[in-house]
């Protein structure tokens, strides 16, 4: 259906739909040619094939794989750093609680939740905010 509807009309439905509701964001999304890049890339039949593979496996297998760890204690037991927004699945999710339940006893979970009205194209929309938690992260590492 993506390929006949045409892939790159299919992405920017998408982008449009799960954009956030912030001007600057979505300007950033567009100046730094990421609006382009996944448009003109959703025109090839490989890309459309591995994302549906991706969305697919993440309703199947991925779920099974889940829950036999959870069934079985395992757990991250390493450094976790979250980058969310705050308007799609900070409004949804408590999100301490959800990812805690992944990390284990010697892991380390941060959440930062990035951006007012940014959507799910967290880094696209605040590239600044995602980069700095990202370095903030891991100089807290070394």
């Avoid at 039949?45 to 069934?71: M, N």
Wanted: glycine letters at 8%; one cysteine or more; hydrophobic letters at 40%.
């Amino acid at each position: 259906m993506i390929t006949a509807f045409g892939g790159d009309k299919w992405a920017e439905f998408c982008l449009e739909r799960w954009s956030g509701n912030s001007a600057s964001a979505l300007a950033k999304f567009k100046d730094n040619n990421a609006w382009d890049v996944y448009t003109k890339d959703f025109k090839r039949e490989s890309v459309v094939t591995a994302s549906c593979d991706d969305y697919r496996a993440g309703a199947e297998e991925d779920v099974l794989l889940q829950e036999q760890d959870q069934k079985a204690g395992r757990k991250m037991d390493c450094p976790v750093l979250k980058i969310y927004s705050e308007l799609f699945l900070g409004s949804k999710y408590d999100m301490r609680a959800v990812w805690e339940e992944f990390v284990g006893k010697d892991g380390r979970l941060e959440l930062v939740s990035v951006g007012v009205g940014v959507g799910h194209f967290v880094a696209e929309e605040a590239p600044v905010e995602t980069a700095e938690a990202m370095i903030r992260f891991y100089q807290r590492m070394s």
